[in-house]
C-alpha cells in the first residue's frame, strides 16, 4: 500500500518561494505518477500539475507556468513542489497524490496528509 | 480546459434518505470521470473511478453513473459518516479539472 508523508506547515512572505517534500513508501517512487492538487481555504480542488505517462514529461497548468517545479529524488523516493513568486492567493493546503490508470483511465487513488502554506506580511 | 459543473453546491439530507449529485462536464469525456470524498480536515479520498467503477474498501451504497458529460453519484441510504464534500474529476485531458464540490449536510 502507498503511504505519502509530507513536510510540515509553512509560513512564506509574498515574494518568496516554498518547496514541500513527499516522502514515498510501500513503493517506489520511479513507477509512480506523482501529481499535485491544492486547497485554498474553504475552496474547492486545484490540479498543479503532474507525470504524464504519455511522454513522460511533467505537465503543469497554465496558471502556474513559470512558478512551479515539480521534481523527484529517486535515491529517497522523495517527490518536490516548488512554488516562487509566492503571494497571498497562493495559501491553501498543498497535497501530492498518485496516480492510477486502468486502460489509459486514470484517477487519484492515494493522497498525502497535505502540507499547510501560509502567506502573510 | 474541459470545466466540470457539479449540482447543487449543497445539500441537506437526512440519515436514511437517498442522495443524488450531478456533475457535467462542457465537452464529451467518455467515462473518464472519478469521484472523491473529503471530510473537514482531511485529504481527498478515491470513491468511484471510471464514472462506475467502485474504489476498493468503499460501502455499496456508493454508486456513479453516466458518460459523455452527463454524470452522477447517488448514495443510496445515506449514513453519519457520508456527511461530507463530494468532487468530480475529469482526467479524460491531460489538465485535470475538478468540479465545485457539492457538500452534503446534516437536515
Known amino acids: 500500500q502507498v503511504q505519502l508523508v509530507q513536510s510540515g506547515a509553512e509560513v512564506k512572505k509574498p515574494g518568496a518561494s516554498v518547496k514541500v517534500s513527499c516522502k514515498v513508501s510501500?513503493?517506489?517512487?520511479?513507477?509512480?505518477?506523482m501529481h499535485w492538487v491544492r486547497q485554498a481555504p474553504e475552496e474547492g480542488l486545484e490540479w498543479m500539475g503532474g507525470y504524464d505517462p504519455e511522454d513522460g514529461e511533467i505537465t503543469y497548468a497554465q496558471k502556474f507556468q513559470g512558478r512551479v517545479t515539480m521534481n523527484e529524488d529517486s535515491s529517497t523516493d522523495t517527490a518536490y513542489l516548488e512554488l516562487s513568486s509566492l503571494r497571498s492567493e497562493d495559501t491553501a493546503v498543498y497535497y501530492c497524490v498518485t496516480e492510477s490508470c486502468s486502460s489509459g483511465n486514470c484517477c487519484f487513488d492515494n493522497w498525502g496528509q497535505g502540507t499547510r502554506v501560509t502567506v502573510s506580511s | 480546459d474541459i470545466q466540470m459543473t457539479q449540482s447543487p453546491s449543497s445539500l441537506s439530507a437526512s440519515v436514511g434518505d437517498r442522495v443524488t449529485i450531478s456533475c457535467r462536464a462542457s465537452q464529451s469525456i467518455n467515462n473518464y470521470l472519478h469521484w472523491y470524498q473529503q471530510k473537514p480536515g482531511t485529504a481527498p479520498k478515491l470513491l468511484i473511478y471510471a464514472a462506475s467503477s467502485l474504489q476498493s474498501g468503499v460501502p455499496s451504497r456508493f454508486s456513479g453513473s453516466g458518460s459523455g458529460t452527463d454524470f452522477s453519484l447517488t448514495i443510496s441510504s445515506l449514513q453519519a459518516e457520508d456527511f461530507a464534500t463530494y468532487y468530480c474529476q475529469q482526467s479524460y485531458s491531460t489538465v485535470v479539472t475538478f468540479g465545485g464540490g457539492t457538500k452534503v449536510e446534516s437536515k
Open positions: 510501500g513503493h517506489t517512487l520511479s513507477e509512480l505518477a
